[in-house]
């Protein structure tokens, strides 16, 4: 059984920092891509950052330059250390792992970071 724990949340005021973790066990499958999502209130989901099992690294425009993600393969853990954080930034964020099929996509919980002006 796969589980995805994040950690590392909170509330933070505006040029901030905070850093996101998210830990996954039960994996059995090669992982592709592991990254977080956020999502706001009213608002889609959306991609923030993803890193490949071959460390490629993608990010939105909005977190370029503040965001950087980065993996512990042997722990099979990802982080989002984010600097300089914005009120717009407020959301909760998500984990996520993908394998080499759809039906291997896996979602953490959740975690919520506010950020206040």
């Known amino acids: 059984q796969v589980q995805l724990v994040e950690s590392g949340g909170g509330l933070v005021q505006a040029g901030g920092s905070l850093r996101l973790s998210c830990a996954a066990s039960?994996?059995?499958?090669?992982?592709?891509?592991m990254g977080w999502y956020r999502q706001a209130p009213g608002k889609q989901r959306e991609l923030v950052a993803v890193i490949s099992s071959g460390s490629t690294t993608s990010y939105a425009d909005s977190v370029k330059g503040r965001f950087t993600i980065s993996r512990d393969t042997a722990k099979n853990t990802v982080y989002l250390q984010m600097n300089s954080l914005k009120p717009e930034d407020t959301a909760v964020y998500y984990c996520?792992?993908?394998?080499?099929?759809?039906?291997?996509?896996?979602w953490g919980q959740g975690t919520q970071v506010t950020v206040s002006s």
């Open positions: 039960g994996i059995m499958f090669s992982i592709v891509a």
């Open positions: 996520n792992v993908r394998g080499y099929t759809p039906a291997l996509t896996y």
